[in-house]
């Protein structure tokens, strides 16, 4: 899931956090009332026979369960969930790198972390994101879709070969002719060829 979704829940799941466990709060008899069957089974607090809550929770508690699960938060602890930054720090420790095929695990690592590498543009990042995942809006994905009556490049040299991601960036004429120039500037730049 995207960072916003975590930062936005891990903010709402922390501060209903805090206001349950909370002595001095005023509103934590109503929270505990509300999302007290919820935060019982995530070990929060502790239940005292004196203060009622009810077992179904409005939808905006609710959701909370679901990315809790979706997060694989489970036994975290209180303390943990009081911070919305140690939540945060937990759900992307738990993550996992997806396989790639004919990669081990390492070298797995190794491609996500170029992909991703802190010096790149952003905009260089997303479209690396896109290439990985066969996401980039080629003609033969267009095609794909109905969106296009043919999936062949517009090249006239190109001799109407199928547009795919390969195509587009290494074996177009017009993208072999682009890397040629990159290739020249970055000798008189670097003076390596
Ligand atoms: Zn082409």
Redesign the pocket.
């Known amino acids: 899931m995207p960072g916003i979704l975590l930062f936005l829940w891990a903010t709402y799941a922390s501060m209903i956090c805090k206001l349950v466990t909370d002595a001095e709060a005023k509103t934590a008899c109503l929270m505990t009332y509300f999302a007290g069957h919820i935060l019982r089974h995530w070990g929060i607090f502790t239940p005292t026979n004196h203060r009622p809550w009810i077992m179904r929770a409005p939808w905006f508690y609710e959701t909370l369960n679901q990315c809790y699960r979706e997060y694989g938060l489970q036994n975290v602890g209180p303390v943990t969930m009081r911070k919305h930054r140690k939540i945060q720090e937990m759900a992307r420790l738990r993550d996992i790198t997806l396989p790639v095929d004919l990669l081990s695990g390492d070298a797995c690592q190794a491609v996500w972390v170029c992909i991703h590498h802190k010096e790149l543009h952003k905009d260089h990042r997303d479209l690396n994101w896109l290439i990985t995942h066969q996401a980039l809006p080629v003609r033969t994905r267009r095609y794909r879709e109905g969106q296009l009556g043919l999936p062949s490049?517009p090249?006239p040299k190109?001799h109407g070969?199928t547009?795919t991601i390969e195509?587009l960036l290494w074996l177009?004429?017009?993208a072999k002719e682009v890397w040629k120039r990159v290739k020249q500037i970055r000798k008189v730049v670097t003076s390596v060829s």
């Open positions: 490049c090249w190109c070969a547009e195509h177009c004429t017009c």
